[in-house]
């Protein structure tokens, strides 16, 4: 769009994300949309400060290196135990391209990695679409929509509606799978940094009772890390049975039992964010 006027959806889809959200920040949401304002009639034209800076040629390398993608939207998914890594082909999103999660996997086994342990180099699938993306330009990821489009039909799985050709980048649905997924990691990393705060204090000597007054959920980080214990613990065992030839039937059942766990996590996160 002409300068500026990205601003005009991008305003919508701010006070849409605002609403839907559990975690109701003003002072975040205020500080977001003004960025997005300054950003808007920014005429280079990125996301923050040091793509800004650097030479269009390396900016999908700033862009991987600070898993942040032209409006600033994480480009894939990272380890939330930094001493704990995991191979980047466990790490992938739904609707990752299967020719991007075969590349990881090459590449996490060719550079030392296993199945369970990272390699020296282990990029994730959605790292590897978004480089193509950015290699082959429109064209190519449309047709990375289309393949993943085309793999989805075969599985029987759900497409999300930012991979539908073409139409996905006019249209949206705030309760599909991948926006509750999504959701379940955010509310981990939120409650990771909630641990943090409170053992901070407790070490510290201070009182945590006015902190858990303003945040009743903060006390359910030992609950959420069992469930994204558990969720990763499902979800290798689901790439073995598919590896194992599991039809398409029994693999989505297996799918609706994760996005239950996950689904329960964020409404008990919720219920209790409503006590405050």
Known sequence: ????????PAFGRRITEFAMSDDKNVGKAVFDMGSMVIDAF??????????TLAPTLIDPVIALAENKDFSGKP??????????????????????SAVSTGLAYAINF????????KGAISPTPDQIDY??????????????????????????????????????RMIGDVKQKTVETSRFYENVKTLNEHQHEI??????????????????????????????????????????MKEQGMS???????????????????????DMKATR
């Open 131 to 168: 480089l193509i993306g950015q290699v082959t330009g429109g064209v190519g990821r449309e047709a990375l929509k289309v393949e993943k489009a085309v793999t989805s039909v075969a599985s029987g799985e759900e497409l999300a509606t930012f991979n539908v050709p073409v139409l996905g």
């Open 75 to 96: 480009i894939s998914r990272d380890d939330l135990n930094s001493l704990n890594p995991t191979p980047g082909y466990t790490r992938a999103k739904e609707n990752a």
């Open 1 to 8: 769009m002409p300068l500026g006027f990205n601003m005009f």
């Open 199 to 240: 053992e901070g204090r407790l070490k510290a000597g201070e009182d945590i009772n006015e902190y858990l007054s303003d945040h009743p959920e903060a006390l359910m980080y030992k609950y959420a890390d069992q469930v994204y214990n558990k969720v990763n613990d499902m979800k290798r065992i689901r790439r073995t």
């Open 110 to 117: 060719l550079s030392g990695g296993t199945d369970f342990k």
């Open 42 to 51: 920014n005429p280079l034209g990125s996301a923050t400060f040091a793509q």
């Open 248 to 270: 398409s039937s029994d693999l989505q059942i297996y799918d609706e039992n994760i996005l239950m766990m996950m689904t329960v996590l964020n409404e008990a996160i919720r």
